[in-house]
C-alpha cells in the first residue's frame, strides 16, 4: 500500500471540500470559508475530541471544519445565520452515518439560546469576534475548551500580556475569565474568498470555578485605567467626569444600604487616599498584571467606591 503522505491527503479531502464553493459568499456576513483541509484538520485535532462531547461550531459555512468534527464526537450543534449555507452543510451530510448526529441552528449566533455543549469550535465571522467570546465565557454550565479562529490582531489582543503593544482591557478580561493560548497561524490564502487580513486559532479554556469577581464592577475600572493606558492611574482617576460618575455610584450605593454621606466628603480626596493605600499613584495599566487590577478593585470596593 502506498504511504499516505501529507500532500497525497490534502488531494483526496481537497475535492469533497471544493464540492462546497457553490453559493456565493457574502463577505458581510464574514463569510468567508476555510479550504485547506490540513488547517481544517488541524483545528479540529486541537480540541482533543472525545467520542461522548457534543460540540457547538459558530458559523460552519459550508462544513469543512463539521464533517471532520462529526466523526468525532456524539453530537454537533452548528449555528449559521446564512440559510443558504445552511441547505448546503445539510446536504453535504444527507445520508452519511454522520447525519443523525448533526443538528442546525438557522439564525443570528448572538439571538441564539445555546444548548449544553462541552467543546466550541469556531471559523469566527470577525464582526462579531468580542461579543462572540464573551457570550461564550458568560455561558451556563460552563464548557471545557474553545477553538476558534480570529483575526491576528484581534487574537493576539486575547493572549497580550502587560508591557505588550496590544494589551488591553479585552485582554485583561478575557484573562479573568479563561486561560488563552496561541495555538496556529492561518495565512489569507486559506480561505475562499481570501479575507484581506490574516488569522489565528486561539485556545479559550474557561477558569472552572470562575473567579468570585462581579464581572461588571471590574470592567468599569478598567474603562477608566485603559481609557489612557500610559498615564498614570491618579492622573485616569482625577478626570471630572470619572469623578462625577464615581460620586453618584457612591452616593446611589450609600443609599442603598442607609448609610450616611460624609458631611466633608470629597470623592477626590477618597480616590487618592485609594491609590496610595495600595502604592498605585504612579502605576500604569499598560504595565499592571491581573494581580493589580484586583487589588485595586477590592481597595476600592473596600472604600464603598464602586464602577457599577
Given at each position: 500500500m502506498?504511504k499516505?503522505t501529507?500532500k497525497?491527503?490534502k488531494?483526496?479531502?481537497?475535492?469533497?471540500?471544493?464540492r462546497a464553493?457553490?453559493p456565493?459568499f457574502?463577505?458581510?456576513l464574514?463569510q468567508?470559508?476555510?479550504k485547506n483541509?490540513?488547517?481544517?484538520?488541524g483545528?479540529?485535532d486541537k480540541a482533543?475530541?472525545?467520542s461522548s462531547?457534543?460540540?457547538l461550531?459558530?458559523?460552519p459555512?459550508?462544513g469543512?471544519?463539521?464533517v471532520?468534527?462529526?466523526p468525532?464526537?456524539k453530537k454537533v450543534?452548528?449555528?449559521e445565520?446564512d440559510?443558504?449555507?445552511?441547505a448546503?452543510?445539510?446536504k453535504?451530510v444527507?445520508g452519511?452515518s454522520?447525519?443523525?448526529?448533526?443538528n442546525?441552528?438557522l439564525?443570528?449566533?448572538?439571538k441564539?439560546?445555546?444548548?449544553?455543549?462541552?467543546v466550541?469550535?469556531?471559523n469566527t465571522?470577525?464582526q462579531i469576534?468580542?461579543?462572540?467570546?464573551?457570550k461564550?465565557?458568560?455561558?451556563?454550565?460552563?464548557?471545557r475548551?474553545?477553538?476558534l479562529?480570529?483575526q491576528r490582531?484581534?487574537?493576539?489582543?486575547?493572549?497580550?500580556k502587560p508591557g505588550?503593544e496590544?494589551?488591553?482591557r479585552?485582554?485583561v478580561n478575557?484573562q479573568?475569565l479563561?486561560?488563552?493560548?496561541h495555538?496556529?497561524?492561518v495565512?489569507?490564502?486559506?480561505?475562499?474568498?481570501?479575507p484581506?487580513?490574516e488569522?489565528?486559532?486561539v485556545r479559550?479554556?474557561?477558569?472552572?470555578?470562575p473567579?468570585p469577581?462581579?464581572?461588571k464592577e471590574f470592567?468599569?475600572l478598567l474603562?477608566?485605567?485603559f481609557t489612557?493606558?500610559?498615564k498614570?492611574f491618579?492622573a485616569?482617576?482625577?478626570?471630572?467626569s470619572?469623578l462625577d460618575?464615581l460620586?453618584?455610584?457612591?452616593?446611589?450605593y450609600c443609599?442603598a444600604?442607609e448609610?450616611?454621606?460624609?458631611p466633608d466628603?470629597?470623592?477626590?480626596?477618597?480616590?487618592?487616599?485609594?491609590?496610595?493605600?495600595?502604592?498605585?499613584?504612579?502605576?500604569?495599566?499598560?504595565?499592571?498584571?491581573?494581580?493589580?487590577?484586583?487589588?485595586?478593585?477590592l481597595?476600592?470596593?473596600?472604600?464603598?467606591i464602586h464602577f457599577?
Amino acid at each position: 500500500m502506498p504511504k499516505l503522505t501529507a500532500k497525497t491527503a490534502k488531494k483526496t479531502t481537497a475535492t469533497e471540500d471544493m464540492r462546497a464553493f457553490g453559493p456565493i459568499f457574502n463577505k458581510d456576513l464574514g463569510q468567508h470559508i476555510l479550504k485547506n483541509p490540513l488547517v481544517a484538520q488541524g483545528i479540529v485535532d486541537k480540541a482533543n475530541l472525545i467520542s461522548s462531547d457534543t460540540v457547538l461550531e459558530i458559523g460552519p459555512g459550508t462544513g469543512n471544519l463539521t464533517v471532520r468534527i462529526l466523526p468525532a464526537c456524539k453530537k454537533v450543534y452548528a449555528v449559521e445565520m446564512d440559510p443558504r449555507l445552511a441547505a448546503e452543510l445539510q446536504k453535504r451530510v444527507h445520508g452519511t452515518s454522520e447525519q443523525k448526529k448533526l443538528n442546525i441552528l438557522l439564525g443570528d449566533f448572538m439571538k441564539t439560546d445555546l444548548p449544553y455543549f462541552d467543546v466550541c469550535i469556531s471559523n469566527t465571522p470577525y464582526q462579531i469576534s468580542s461579543v462572540l467570546v464573551f457570550k461564550l465565557l458568560e455561558h451556563r454550565p460552563l464548557f471545557r475548551v474553545a477553538i476558534l479562529m480570529f483575526q491576528r490582531e484581534f487574537a493576539l489582543r486575547l493572549v497580550a500580556k502587560p508591557g505588550d503593544e496590544l494589551y488591553c482591557r479585552l485582554s485583561v478580561n478575557v484573562q479573568l475569565l479563561a486561560k488563552v493560548d496561541h495555538v496556529m497561524k492561518v495565512g489569507k490564502n486559506n480561505f475562499r474568498p481570501p479575507p484581506k487580513v490574516e488569522s489565528s486559532v486561539v485556545r479559550l479554556e474557561p477558569k472552572n470555578p470562575p473567579p468570585p469577581v462581579n464581572f461588571k464592577e471590574f470592567d468599569g475600572l478598567l474603562r477608566i485605567l485603559f481609557t489612557r493606558k500610559h498615564k498614570t492611574f491618579s492622573a485616569n482617576f482625577k478626570q471630572t467626569s470619572v469623578l462625577d460618575i464615581l460620586e453618584q455610584n457612591y452616593k446611589t450605593y450609600c443609599a442603598a444600604h442607609e448609610m450616611m454621606v460624609e458631611p466633608d466628603f470629597d470623592m477626590k480626596s477618597k480616590v487618592v487616599n485609594v491609590l496610595e493605600s495600595v502604592n498605585m499613584s504612579d502605576k500604569r495599566a499598560a504595565k499592571c498584571d491581573l494581580d493589580d487590577f484586583l487589588n485595586l478593585l477590592l481597595a476600592f470596593n473596600t472604600a464603598n467606591i464602586h464602577f457599577s
